[in-house]
């Protein structure tokens, strides 16, 4: 019984003094403890998504140098069909503009509007039988000026970098101006050889085609939100066409002057220079 007695109260002493230690471990400062609990020195966040860092709008322009490729076509003369060979234009000078929004951080789809400034060239026309005794209808100066609306779909690389090539491509409409550039041409006739000085006159100069093209280039970034964009332009403009009257010395009173040109597939080579602005 006494024994017993001695075995219970030393279990319970045993008991208190470990849980007494217990506490005090938790408790003392020295054990950090609850009273002096270890702080982190670096507290990590969870990372914001990468989308919010960008805008959703931006607008944009540029300006640009370039050449349309060499055309050819065919014409129609007082009901007789004529070739229109040797068009070669000179240097286009661009200029657009476009909004656009952002659908991810790397694809941008925006309604782009260029302007291409008034370019020269000549055509020779071929043989029209109906207009004898000409060899030809003569050498005529055109100029050409083509306005497009495009939808365009671009993907940039590398937008969180300050260097970020890009490429895309986008469809649309072209609005085309041809008129003269000038009103006279030199007839080459047969009987006998001679050359002759005629005039031209148009009624009806502007047509319309569907269009495409593709872009590539890189984008530096300035400064949040402002980038400087720079890159080469394919154009596909569709085709363009011009109603006209002709008279020369040659020409039989009464004679039918009605005419048509038509060029195919225009397409131009540019290098483009503009800036793009996001809108937070």
Do not use: C
């Amino acid at each position: 019984m006494y024994t017993r007695a001695v075995f219970l109260a030393g279990s319970l002493m045993l008991a208190t003094g470990s849980s007494s230690a217990f506490a005090a471990d938790i408790y003392a400062p020295s054990a950090g403890g609850l009273k002096d609990p270890v702080i982190s020195e670096e507290i990590i966040l969870p990372e914001a998504s990468a989308f919010q860092e960008y805008a959703e709008w931006y607008i944009r322009g540029d300006v640009g140098i370039g050449r349309y490729t060499d055309m050819d076509g065919n014409g129609n003369s007082a009901g007789a069909d004529f070739g229109v060979n040797g068009l070669d234009f000179d240097n286009i000078f661009s200029a657009g503009v476009g909004f656009g929004r952002y659908i991810t951080p790397n694809i941008r789809l925006g309604l782009d509007v260029d302007y291409r400034h008034r370019s020269s060239s000549t055509f020779l026309t071929g043989d029209p039988a109906a207009v004898a005794p000409l060899t030809n209808l003569g050498t005529i100066p055109l100029e050409l000026t083509s306005t497009t609306v495009m939808l365009n779909a671009v993907y940039d690389f590398a937008p969180e970098r300050r260097w970020s090539p890009y490429v895309g491509g986008g469809i649309g409409w072209a609005f085309h101006n041809l008129e003269f550039n000038g009103s006279s041409f030199t007839n080459s006739i047969t009987a006998p050889p001679a050359l002759e000085t005629g005039t031209v006159s148009s009624s009806g100069s502007t047509s319309s085609s569907f269009a495409a093209n593709l872009v590539t280039g890189v984008s530096v970034n300035i400064r949040k939100g402002l980038f400087l964009d720079v890159g080469y332009k394919f154009s596909y403009l569709g085709d363009a066409g011009m109603n006209f009257n002709y008279t020369h010395p040659s020409l039989v009173a009464g004679a039918d002057t009605s005419s048509v040109i038509d060029m195919d597939d225009i397409m131009t080579h540019e290098f483009k220079i503009g800036l793009r602005y996001d809108l937070y």
